[in-house]
């Protein structure tokens, strides 16, 4: 027992955790922004797909990495607009609108990374992302390392969530969010327009969706596959209703999550307990299924209608 | 000139044809962009895209094998929809199906004559199993079920390929595929050196018991009108949790079905790469069909179609298999779309001068 212990807590579990947190932390907070705003986005699975597919491609062909991102926020808007469209323009239903949302970007991300790679028999791959030290920080033992040796994106996703807290807690556009999300006729008779504070909070989430997925071509994998989000998504849905759709609260849900994927990884690697290793891979999707406690803005999955009331 | 949605009254009902025709349509001519971006001829592509798969009398027969698990998960989530039972689990539903049906089939104690429709049985029960859950999670918890029967895809997916992994790995080969089922396990074959095996048979006539099922008896009518006004049947006094888990368990044993299909009458074992999706196929099937029944059977061949003809599709003009993807989806939206007709009417305004 004590050397399970000792194998696991180092300080590179900890520095792991961080690292497989980060993807959940963008796209859970670009799924919170949508939520708040009424509008459940399922597309977020296809396009954390689409992101990694096009954020490679273009990272692949112009060596920026930068650019990659740009292009993996890009997509992510565009497929959110889309999903805006359906639900807020034409107020469509959210479920099925968003499973087309992920089966469109999905296909779309495969079939454009066979036309520009084809079949090769070396998988593609890119430079990835390395960890850049903050200066003095990085010096203090145990958090140094495993907060401050991180990738520049990871310190992003740091930013991300304060950011989000703010925008939606402390600012009147926040506020008009939550409100549409909450009431939208009330929003509507104060003169808020409520798609498009909809389409707004779609379109942040398509942006964070987008990165979260480029994350883990350009960190985690630095090669695209077709299994590289592999449900990713739908965990990410799972984790705001663990947060009870607060910035914070999701957050930790993304770092517990990191957490219990970090410890699989481990006792998968060191052999210790001898289990099928599927039952490590399933423990996020059980753990998310108890995410049961419901407290979802009012008006979510409800479109708008104004002469509806 | 402006225009407006108006309310229609009533939906015409050759809306059921014209609207997932239009769809369809709307969706090859999008999606034909896409094969001359991939460099081809788009009149070429197409024509090996549909013709292929009826081009001989073994083709036809193979677009129906195929059609099959199409049909189960297409009929499992129009039950499940007309509830507004959003069950997006048809995928785990149908690998629950697939084990229960190997497991029985590979029982040496069991009499021969027993073992196909033991499989059936079983298969149906696992899947309305696996289905139960989140119905339960759902009525006792709310929970949403989009979520949770998404969730349950994962983990039954683990569940099979730590089985395949585990207990049921080949000792001699290594592979990762379960033990071949019993000889006498194996779903008749229908039509003499074909494979038309007696789950297609199934899945046709199930079409129809699914239609006369929710239009005749009382249970399928409550399950329509607790979908399109749940107060208004709380009201009425229809028991709507209990005729949520009803409409779950019906659904998953459905999906279930698929499972023992393709054990039954294909693969005879189960291996990893059993569905390639059918259960999310089942979505647009049933959409595209407008959850009747009937309707799911041509929707289920015409994907069919759609996913053997992109091999050859692919192989004749270099167009990417995944274009058969990009095809689910855009009909997914663009049925969603044309659904619009369904409950609205454009008008235009002519504004006065």
Not at chain 1, 114 to 128: D, V, W
Not at chain 1, 254 to 261: K, P, S, V, W
Not at chain 1, 263 to 279: F, G
Not at chain 2, 173 to 201: K, N, Q
Request: aromatic share 12%; net charge neutral.
């Amino acid at each position: 027992m004590e050397e399970i212990i000792s194998q696991i807590f180092q300080v590179g579990f900890f520095t792991a955790i961080i690292r497989i947190a980060t993807p959940f932390v963008f796209a859970t907070i670009g799924e919170l922004f949508a939520e708040r705003s009424g509008v459940l986005n399922l597309g977020i699975e296809g396009i954390m797909m689409f992101g990694a597919m096009t954020g490679f491609s273009t990272a692949y062909f112009t060596s920026s990495l930068w650019l990659g991102i740009l292009a993996a926020m890009l997509t992510g808007m565009l497929m959110a607009a889309l999903m805006g469209f359906l639900t807020v323009s034409l107020g469509l239903s959210q479920h099925v609108s968003g499973i087309g949302i992920t089966m469109l970007s999905t296909g779309f991300a495969f079939f454009f990374y066979r036309i520009i790679f084809g079949q090769p028999s070396t998988l593609p791959n890119i430079k990835a992302f390395t960890p850049v030290g903050i200066p003095v920080l990085k010096d203090i033992p145990w958090i140094g390392p495993v907060l401050f040796e991180q990738t520049t994106l990871t310190y992003l996703a740091f930013a991300v969530v304060p950011l989000a807290a703010f925008l939606l807690y402390k600012t009147p556009w926040g506020l008009n969010l939550r409100t549409v999300g909450e009431n939208p006729h009330a929003a509507d008779s104060a003169g808020v327009s409520v798609s498009a504070m909809r389409y707004q909070g779609l379109i942040i989430s398509g942006a964070l969706m987008g990165i979260a997925g480029a994350y883990l071509v350009m960190v985690q994998f630095n090669a695209f596959t077709f299994g590289v989000i592999s449900g990713r998504g739908w965990i990410c849905i799972a984790l705001v209703v663990f947060g009870q759709w607060g910035p914070w609260k999701s957050a930790a849900g993304a770092l517990l999550f990191a957490m219990i994927d970090a410890l699989q990884l481990r006792l998968q690697a060191s052999s210790i307990i001898d289990l099928p290793y599927q039952i490590f891979l399933m423990m996020p999707f059980v753990r998310a299924m108890m995410a049961v406690e419901m407290r979802a803005p009012a008006a979510l999955l409800i479109p708008f209608r104004k002469e509806e009331r | 000139m402006a225009f407006r949605l108006e309310l229609r009254e009533k939906t015409p009902v050759w809306f059921n044809i014209v609207l997932p025709l239009s769809a369809v349509m709307a969706t090859l001519l999008l999606c034909s962009g896409l094969v001359a971006l991939a460099g081809a001829n788009v009149f070429h592509a197409y024509s090996e895209l549909f013709l292929s798969a009826v081009s001989s009398r073994f083709n036809l027969v193979e677009t129906f094998v195929k059609a099959t698990p199409l049909i189960f998960t297409g009929l499992a989530v129009a039950v499940a929809f007309r509830a507004k039972f959003w069950n997006i689990g048809a995928e785990g539903q149908l690998l629950a199906g697939a084990m229960a049906a190997a497991y029985i089939g590979g029982i040496e104690s069991l009499p021969s004559f027993s073992l196909v429709p033991l499989m059936i049985i079983a298969s149906a029960l696992a899947g309305a199993g696996w289905a139960m859950l989140p119905a339960i999670l759902r009525t006792r918890f709310k929970v949403d079920d989009v979520v949770t029967t998404l969730l349950l895809n994962f983990i039954m997916y683990y569940v099979m390929t730590a089985l395949l992994d585990g207990p049921w790995k080949d000792p001699l080969s290594g592979y990762p595929d379960s033990p071949d089922i019993r000889m006498d396990a194996e779903f008749p074959i229908l039509l003499h050196a074909t494979r038309l095996h007696l789950g297609v048979l199934l899945s046709l006539l199930a079409a129809p018991m699914v239609w006369w099922f929710l239009r005749r008896t009382t249970l399928g009518f409550s399950i329509s009108v607790v979908g399109e006004n749940p107060s208004a049947s709380a009201y009425a006094g229809i028991p709507i949790t209990r005729i949520l888990i009803y409409t779950a368990l019906i659904s998953g044993s459905l999906a279930g079905l698929a499972g023992a299909g393709e054990v039954g009458g294909l693969h005879f074992q189960v291996m990893s790469g059993i569905s390639p999706g059918y259960g999310y196929t089942g979505i647009v099937i049933a959409m595209l069909a407008r959850l009747n029944p009937i309707g799911v059977v041509p929707a289920a061949l015409f994907f069919a179609v759609v996913v053997t003809g992109a091999e050859s599709m692919s192989r004749a003009t270099g167009v990417p298999v995944f274009l058969a993807d990009v095809i689910q989806g855009t009909a997914l939206v663009t049925m969603l779309i044309a659904q619009l007709f369904t409950t609205y009417r454009i008008r235009t305004l002519t504004t006065q001068g």
